[in-house]
């Protein structure tokens, strides 16, 4: 298959990146912007309660990104009631950038854990008002079919806690969503480097959404590199589709004419 031919559909639109980012923790937006250049990133998620995307009198992330190239997913970070996350929703499609949205609503403040039956509720009326919505969600194969019920445009189960860098905890959990969904299954939060971002891609994820791997990093914009390479990686992998695993070896050349000793 080509890379052209391999194309990723999110809401109706197709990108050639399956790497989505994130836009805070940067030392200022000229860093934001090179990283995500570095990343090859075509969709940009950007917590509207948190950067300013809203007030064109003031400093404004939008006007550091090429937007001719980029989609901005805005997202409700930071909130933590359904009210107040489809009150942002609202507010960032008022401001202009669109109606596709990441749901996240967090049930505990130490964990940053979704609260399941908020994210739910709140994914299930910006459904309704016509949103493409992208919610945020623990790796719970129910949680992610009941979303998929309401409406959603993806589901989006977490690897591990926001900012942790601890990788993919629950690799079988994934793999139940990704059998049970017809939706795009996008890896969100708590990957650290780029072989976790290829594992989760070699699992069959369709993308994947992080951040402070990358704005975290002592040299973000090589670790942007590192992770488009990453899931490029595990995505032709996934593709070729791997070797079954054998308890005892294999010859890897031929045993076929082999010369064996005489024997009387």
């Known amino acids: ?16 990146s399956r790497l989505i980012v994130g836009t805070g923790k940067y030392r200022d937006f000229a860093q934001t912007r090179a990283a995500i250049d570095a990343a090859g990133a075509e969709i940009v998620t950007v917590a509207v309660r948190r950067v300013n995307i809203t007030d064109p009198t003031q400093e404004n992330l939008l006007d550091a990104l090429d937007l001719s190239r980029i989609t901005i997913l805005p997202n409700t970070a930071g909130c933590y009631t359904a009210a107040d996350a489809i009150r942002t929703a609202r507010l960032a499609r008022e401001a202009g950038v669109g109606s596709l949205v990441k749901v996240e609503v967090i049930g505990d403040e130490r964990t940053l854990f979704p609260d399941v039956p908020a994210t739910i509720e709140a994914a299930r009326v910006l459904v309704q008002e016509g949103f493409t919505v992208l919610p945020y969600i623990t790796d719970d194969p129910v949680a992610c079919r009941r979303l998929e019920e309401i409406g959603c445009a993806a589901v989006m189960p977490l690897a591990a806690p926001i900012g942790s860098g ?67 990686a595990g995505r032709k992998a996934f593709l070729a589709g791997r070797i079954p695993r054998k308890l005892y070896a294999t010859a890897s050349s031929p045993v076929d004419g082999l010369i064996h000793e005489e024997r009387p």
């Open 1 to 16: 298959m080509t890379a052209a031919a391999d194309l990723f559909e999110l809401g109706g639109k197709t990108y050639r």
């Open 166 to 232: 601890l990788g993919i905890r629950n690799p079988y959990n994934l793999r139940i969503i990704l059998e049970q969904s017809r939706v795009p299954v996008i890896v969100d939060a708590g990957v650290g480097t780029a072989s976790d971002v290829a594992l989760a891609m070699e699992l069959g994820c369709h993308a994947v959404l992080l951040n402070t791997a990358i704005a975290g990093a002592q040299d973000p914009i090589l670790m942007a590199e590192a992770m488009r390479l990453g899931v490029e």
